[in-house]
């Protein structure tokens, strides 16, 4: 059922708990309880949740020990993948104060706001996506704002947002380990993480103290890609390795978790997402994607 099926089955059920609430309001008397919870509807019924109108089958966090790894570039990446494959994905944006994922996607229109929650825009391939950079009035406008007011803009992404059937629901967490990431860890049904990195030892040291969390956290981990690679000469194809040689492999290894590769600097991804192409993507290395996504695949299965 797809989000406007959900919608109407939800105002129907509300119309026939009306028609209900109607007979009965003369026989009984409401409690100083019930009208605590009842929405501001107009017949004192209580307002569906938006989360209840959801059909989420897995819910999965790509997170990074610091910025600029390209997580929310790998997040994407997952995301078209997922979605060439037939399944119906989801991005949460939860980078509040450094949202990029409109903008990759060429997203511009605003959630439509109803009833029972904000319905996300969907990309010209039919992800939905849900960022704060939706709601502002120029994109690049900065969001001020201390910790408690970001975590509860993730967690109203969730609750208020109006995902309808996903098979995935993608979340793109800021770098590090604070406020966001453990709301997104504490509140929501997080079922796995994808660990990004790149080949610099400092964020190597980083990307450590990210799994650390996750265990802590009860939050099992898929694996970690390395970002960021290799630049491939466009003359003579040799790899140059800017950042030095890669150590996803042995940071894998050393943590105990699957090392699911690498990928190079590219500067056509780059110029696609510039222009909100992504979906446009399409290289050799898009295949190592595919190859992570099979693991996420065997998730869905479950």
Do not use: H
Request: glycine fraction near 8%; charge should be neutral; hydrophobic fraction near 40%.
């Amino acid at each position: 059922m797809d989000i406007v099926g959900i919608v109407n089955y939800a105002r129907k059920i509300k119309l026939k708990l009306g028609r209900v609430f109607i007979m009965e309001q003369n026989k009984i008397e409401n409690t100083q309880k019930s009208r605590e919870k009842a929405a501001d509807t107009g017949t004192g019924i209580e307002k569906i949740p938006a989360s209840e109108l959801n059909r989420i089958k897995n819910v999965i966090a790509i997170m990074s020990g610091k910025g600029g790894v390209g997580k929310s570039t790998i997040t994407g990446l997952m995301a078209v993948s997922l979605q060439r494959k037939g399944y119906k994905v989801g991005i949460l944006d939860a980078d509040i104060t450094g949202p990029s994922i409109p903008r990759m996607f060429g997203v511009k229109k605003r959630p439509e706001n109803i009833e029972f929650g904000l319905i996300p825009p969907e990309s010209s391939t039919g992800i939905r996506i849900m960022s704060l950079n939706l709601l502002l009035d120029n994109e690049d406008d900065p969001v001020i704002w201390r910790g408690p007011l970001i975590a509860s803009a993730v967690k109203q992404f969730w609750t208020d947002v109006i995902w309808g059937d996903l098979d995935f629901l993608l979340i793109d967490l800021p770098p590090g380990t604070g406020d966001a990431p453990l709301t997104v860890m504490q509140s929501l049904p997080v079922d796995a993480l994808v660990i990004v990195s790149s080949p610099q030892d400092l964020v190597m040291m980083v990307v450590k103290k990210a799994i650390k969390m996750s265990r802590i956290m009860g939050v099992p981990v898929l694996g970690l890609v390395e970002n960021y690679s290799y630049l491939v000469c466009p003359k003579c194809g040799e790899k140059i390795r800017i950042f030095g040689e890669s150590r996803g492999k042995e940071a894998a290894e050393q943590v105990q978790i699957p090392y699911l590769g690498s990928l190079p600097i590219d500067y056509k991804l780059a110029e696609l997402c510039d222009r909100g192409e992504i979906e446009m993507y399409d290289s050799d290395e898009i295949k190592r994607i595919e190859d992570w996504v099979k693991d996420l695949e065997r998730l869905n299965k479950k």
